[in-house]
Each structure stands twice: as C-alpha cells, then as structure tokens.
C-alpha cells in the first residue's frame, strides 16, 4: 500500500474502530504518523468543509476528564465533552475549552534543544500581539538528543537519577515507574501545585485515621439534601471539579427529591461559596473546633449517648474563638441532624493550615455521625482504576521539600523533568532553583518555556496534549473505575517528540537493563501492550477479540471502564471514637492580617499561557490579566486605601506589590490573592503579568505533610502607587461598593 496519502485521511482512519485499524495493521502499523509535518496551506482538493471528531482526554488538569475534538483539514477547531466518559459526561470547564490555545501557543518549544541554563528561550516584546518573536531555535538534531537521554542513563549510577513529574497517573508515569523496578533509579515522584491547594496528602492521611485505608474520598454532593463545605472550592478547581459540579447541578435541580442546601465554612468567599445557600465567615484556624461544635450540638438534637470525638468541645466557647454566633451553629447543626440527606466535605485553605488534618479528622467525623458511608448523598472511597492496586497519591509539600534538599546534598547527578513546573509551583522559600545548581544534568520535557526549563541544560519538548496518545487513571470523581484514553487529533506542528517514545530509544541505545526494561519499539506498543490487559477484565465498556481491536476501540471511545459501581463504603467502626484535637490552628508571622491564597479558578497554575483564560473574569471580582490583593472595605477605610491601589504584601518569608480589589466577602481581618499569575517565564501572555503568592509561602505543615500556605499572618503596607486593573464591572465595583460610601 502507498504512504502517499494525505495527513487528514490518515487521521479520519486513526479515528475509527476496530475493522479500520485491521486495514491500517494490513498496510503498515497504525501507531506512527504517515505525514508528520502539518500543512501551512492546505491542497484545494481538502477544502470540502467536513469535519472529523477524535476521542481523548483533558490534560489541562489531573482530573481526566474525557473530550471530543472537532476537526476541519487537519486542524482542531473546538473542544467538547465526551458525553460518554463517565467523569464528565459530556461537560467541560473552561481549561478544558482553552486547550486549543495550548495547541497554538506561537511561545510552545519547537525542537530539541540545549541550552544555557537561565537564559531566555524567547525574546520579550513589547506588543503581545507582535509575531517578530525570536523564539530560542532547535539547535540539535533528534539523533543527539536521543544519545544524551541515553548518556545520562548510563553516566550515573541508578541512585543519582531522578524523575519529577507532573500529578496526572498516566502512562508516562507507569513506563518510568516500570523502568525505576527494573533499573534500580529512583521512583518517579508527582506533584503539581493544584494538589498542594488541595491537600491531598491530608484527605488520605485522615481517611486512614478513622477508616483504617489511606484512600482518596469521594463525596456524593447530587445526592446529598444538606452539605456542609468546610473550605472546599468543588466548584472551582478542588479534586475534579466538573465533576463535583455536575454533582451540583443535581443537589439543586433534581426531580425525585427537594432541592438541597449548600453551606460553605471560609473566611473570604469562593465562586462556591457565592452559591451556597449561607455563607459563614469564620475566623481562620478554627474549622475544626466548629465542626465538632456542630457534631455536638447534633448528636444533643438526636440524643442518645453523646459520641467521645465531640465530647470535650464547649460550643459556646467555640462561637467565641470563632466569630460565628451560637444561634448560627444551633441552626446548622439542626439543619444537618433533621436531614436524611447531610453531607460534610473537608478541603481548600480549612485543610491547608496547621491543624489541617485534624479539620480533615472533625468533618469526617460528621459524616461518621450522619451515617452516610456508602450511601447516596455521603462518602465513599473512590473507585481504584482498571489494574490498579493501590492508591497512589502525588507527593505532599513535605515531600517535595526532602526532594529538593536531596538535589540540595547532589544526591541526583541527573534529574528528568516533565508536566510540572517547580520553580513557578513550588514555595519560593524552598528554593528548588537554588537546588537545581547541585544537578550536574537537568533534562526538561516541556512542551512550553516555563521556568523550569529556563534552568535546564537540554529542553526535549514533548507533544501537546491534543497530540499525544496515552492513558490516564481517575483518580476520583467518577462512581466506575476509568481508565482514560488519549490520541492524537492533529499531527505534531513542530518537531516534538513524545517523551515516552524519548526514553524507549534513550533505553534502547543505553543497552543492559535500560534496554530490558523497555524493549518496545515505540510508544503506541507500549500503550497496546497495557491497555490490551484489560481485556481479560469482566464488565467492561467493550470487548474485543485481539488487542489491535481492542486499542482501538479504546481509542475510538475515549477509554476504558467498567460499567459496575466500583466505589466502596469507608469503615465507621471507629469514627466516632477518635480524640480529634479541636485546638485552633498557629500561623507564622507577625502580621496583622490572615492571609488566604487561592488557586485562580480560570487560571489553575498553568492556564497563563492562553489569553482565553486571560481574558475570562474572575467570577466573584471580573478582574482579568492580573492579581489582586481581596481586602473588605472596612479594612481599606481604616487603612485609607481605594480600589487599585497598589501595596506591599509582606510575610515571613517574602513580600510582594500588587493592587487592591476591596472585596465586601471577606472577613476584615483577612486579606486573600489568587494563585496563577506572576510567571518570568512561559511565553508572551504569561509572563511579567501580576505576582506569585508563592513567593510569600513559609516552609511550614500540617501533620499530614501538606503545605500550611493558608496558615500565616501578614503585613499591609501602603507604597503610594495606583494600577488600574482591568475588570468587566463598573468602577464601582460588581457590588456596588465605593470607598467613600459607608460600609
């Protein structure tokens, strides 16, 4: 058969089922591109205005949301909701619609690469719009930079080579975890700043606690008549958010039942807070003493022998310690008790703070006493994903810090890098920059030239997602166990490689065990040689007779599942027999106000790069391009300070500038900047726009080992400048609110 066809025919093939890629097996393998290159102009003979629909998976965040992407010549033009997967059944967030502009970043890394470490990998401009970019050059051929990877494999010994990854369990993460067991090189480690936010580590720490599993929670909120949110952004960017917010839309829309209530427990109010039902601003560091107040108060509504884990609170003395009255904790607890529906979700900034864990322990406990385990509307353990064994959550904060002191000691002679971007996500008080020094070789993966492959010696760039092929498992947010599928809608633009098919041919060349461990010849082999194990698997979402019709109809349908619940009820054996200590939280600092950072919720910690996301307003300010300081009016008329005025945000470890956006929803001794902004890297729409809150962050954990980056104080000072920030509301705010009204 003739490899002269064109690139879109082969994708159309690439797309279908089983008897297509029979054919394609029949004429050479399905797994390589036939045209590489795409077309800067297409022939005229393409132009007939159909369009083709790939199956794949969001790579925008770790959730593993399943999409469906429209096609016209080759080109993908729009994103949409795979409206089978079982994650997000045909929804997306506004991530996942922006992944086009990941797509044609005219910043993305366009070839291998070596290169000095901090220099710039593109010229600065002036008119973000100005295409005269001089973006770094490939300066090696695919051959050297295969050979490097190589080298480097052999250079070390097995403990002086790292991997650091991002969150998302992929396939990628499994071929270097494979290569580690038979190598003896270090585990690959994942992390991403989104599970720092989330405080993962502390979910699953508490889980082990009080139902003896260190499993990830999953939380019924459709279901559910009455929930309790202490701190959990689910609308935003908490865990899987569109699917906490289909759940939501249930909560409040369902027919079979009334419509429920949201309760949300933060001192500054979220997006998902600004939907709840009531809004209760408590003083920071004392979650946990209010949810055992309100177990208590419950378990006195309900009678009967008073459970020990709310025993010793004083709800009278925890109205005080927390601003919140006690009529207001008698209501909610009557509220959660009379319900057969109660729910209580512990996440976000409640979770990030010293006591963290113990407000994970308290508001697990409610749900102890609600008796909801494994029932519609409560907590159950996620559904581990096709083949897996065992939860495996990314690294916490803690973790990371041993890491980077390891890199600190030169434990690691070469360290590989890839979907994370530390010197941006990380606490700046860590200094994993600083560390990267002791790292004789840095390899980075990046497909953008974000600052962690500013500080690398060779930049490999991998493909775009919407490029790729792989898996994902999900983790959590899905009631059946989901294995993700991923494959290529278009044709690499550039001369990338994948990072899989990188260290296939780097093992390859390096011989010896590297060569036993990966004895594929690519990629695709790899894949069909994972997924095809499912096939033995009772259940499924389809079946097949061989594994090439098996991969697929994996491909064709955006993954693979299983079509029986998979999640299971926690034990509440010992729930309510803890001693959870109810002790307010400590913050680091002097400062005058509690400080509240928050992950953007249109920016994430790696949207910045695409002006769609830019341009999108914050949902609770408008704001957009830009970070601001929330400050309650109250506050800024003591202070003397107006809309975008520009001050110094000073804490124990750092100090920023940023303009003012006074923000009615936030306590006045609490002031709170969102997380997204403030990149000296990353391309023309990221860079040099805003701070980084991380910049602020102290080297201080829960007992859980998550980051406390909610559990400082910090200073305000006034530096007499003004910055107009650019929002769609009115100048008088979208509340109405001017500094020279009464508050």
């Known amino acids: 058969m003739s490899e002269k066809f064109s690139r879109r025919d082969f994708l159309k093939l690439a797309g279908m089922g089983a008897a297509t890629t029979a054919v ?40 593993g949301c399943g999409l469906v992407i429209r096609t016209i010549q080759g080109r993908a033009i729009k994103t949409e909701g795979n409206a089978n997967h079982p994650l997000n059944l045909g929804k997306t967030c506004a991530r996942g619609q922006a992944t ?25 401009a002036n008119d973000p719009f100005n295409d005269n970019f001089d973006d770094a050059e490939p300066n090696m051929s695919w051959d050297e930079a295969l050979q490097t990877v190589a080298d480097a494999l052999t250079k070390y010994k097995p403990e002086e080579i790292g991997f650091l990854m991002g969150m998302a369990p992929d396939h990628l993460f499994d071929l270097v975890t494979d290569l580690a067991n038979a190598t003896g090189i270090n585990a ?37 008549q009455v929930v309790l949110s202490f701190g959990a952004n689910f609308l935003e960017t908490w865990l899987s958010p569109v699917s906490y917010t289909r759940g939501f839309a249930s909560l409040r829309q369902a027919e079979t039942k009334m419509r429920g209530k949201l309760v949300q427990f933060e001192a500054r109010m979220s997006a998902t807070g600004g939907k709840a039902d009531e809004w209760v601003p408590l003083r920071p560091g004392t979650e946990a003493l209010v949810a055992l107040a309100i177990g208590r108060l419950a378990s006195e509504i309900r009678g009967g022998a008073m459970p020990r884990v709310f025993s010793s609170v004083d709800p009278i003395d925890v109205a005080s310690k927390s601003g919140v009255k006690l009529e207001a904790l008698e209501h909610i607890a ?61 690294a916490s904060a803690k973790e990371m810090q041993d890491f ?69 498992r999900v983790v959590t947010g899905s009631d059946l166990p989901v294995l993700s599928g991923a494959q290529p809608v278009v044709a690499p633009y550039y001369d990338t490689r994948a990072a899989a098919d990188v260290l296939i041919s780097a093992a390859q060349l390096a011989g010896g065990s590297f060569a036993q461990a990966l004895p594929f010849k690519d990629e695709v082999e790899f894949l069909r040689g994972k997924v095809s194990a499912l096939m033995g698997e009772a259940n499924g979402s389809f079946s097949a007779m061989d594994a090439v019709a098996f991969m697929a109809s994996f491909q064709q349908f955006g993954g693979w599942w299983k079509m029986s619940d998979g999640r299971t009820a926690p034990s509440a054996a010992d729930a309510l027999n ?21 992950v953007s919720p249109t920016l994430a910690e790696a949207g910045a790069n695409k002006p769609w996301l830019q341009e999108l307003p914050d949902p609770t300010t408008t704001v957009m391009w830009n970070t601001w300081l929330e400050m309650n009016p109250e506050t800024a ?8 005025d520009v001050v110094r945000v000073v804490s ?79 100048m008088m705010g979208v509340y109405g609110v001017g500094l020279g009204e009464e508050h």
Not at 578 to 598: L, R, T
């Open 24 to 63: 394609l097996t029949g004429c050479g393998p399905a797994s390589r591109y036939v045209k590489r290159e795409p077309y800067q102009q297409m022939p005229e003979y393409n132009y007939n205005g159909q369009s083709t629909y790939y199956a794949t998976t969001c790579r925008e965040c770790a959730a």
């Open 100 to 124: 086009l502009h990941g797509l044609y970043n005219p910043n993305r890394v366009r070839g291998p690469i070596k290169h000095a470490r901090g220099d710039r990998l593109y010229a600065k």
């Open 188 to 224: 690959p480690v994942r992390f991403g700043a989104l599970g720092m936010f989330e405080s993962r580590a502390t979910l699953s720490k508490a889980a082990e606690t009080l139902f003896g599993e260190a499993r990830m929670p999953f939380f019924d909120v459709g279901g559910a």
């Open 334 to 394: 009557a509220m959660f008790a009379n319900s057969t529906g109660a729910l209580a979700i512990p996440g976000g900034a409640a979770l990030g703070q010293s006591n963290g864990l113990a407000v994970a322990e308290a508001v697990l406990a409610l749900n102890a006493l609600a008796d909801n385990f494994g029932k519609p509307g409560g907590v159950y353990f996620s559904p581990l994903a096709p083949s897996q064994t065992e939860y495996q959550r990314p």
């Open 404 to 472: 980077v002191q390891k890199m600190k000691d030169g434990k690691f002679k070469a360290l590989f890098i890839h979907g994370v971007n530390p010197v941006f996500e990380l606490p700046a008080s860590m200094d994993f920059k600083g560390a990267l020094a002791n790292v004789e070789q840095v390899i980075s993966f990046a497909t953008f030239p974000d600052e962690t492959a500013a500080e690398a010696d060779f930049i490999f760039p991998d493909h775009h997602g919407l490029e790729s092929w792989g898996y994902q």
């Open 578 to 598: 803890q001693n959870v200590k109810g002790d307010a939280a400590e913050f680091a600092g002097e400062g005058e106000f509690f400080f509240i950072p928050f």
């Open 637 to 644: 008329h003591e202070l003397h300070i107006e809309y975008d």
């Open 652 to 730: 124990e470890a750092g100090a920023v500038e940023l303009p003012v956006y006074v923000y009615p929803a936030i306590r006045p001794d609490t002031v709170a900047m969102p997380f997204g902004q403030g990149h000296t890297a990353y391309g023309r729409y990221a860079e040099g726009r805003g701070v980084n809150p991380a910049d602020l962050f102290g080297g201080h954990f829960n007992e859980a080992g998550d980051l406390a980056f909610a559990g400082m104080k910090v200073k305000i000072e006034k530096t007499g400048k003004k910055r107009p920030l650019s929002r769609l509301e009115s």
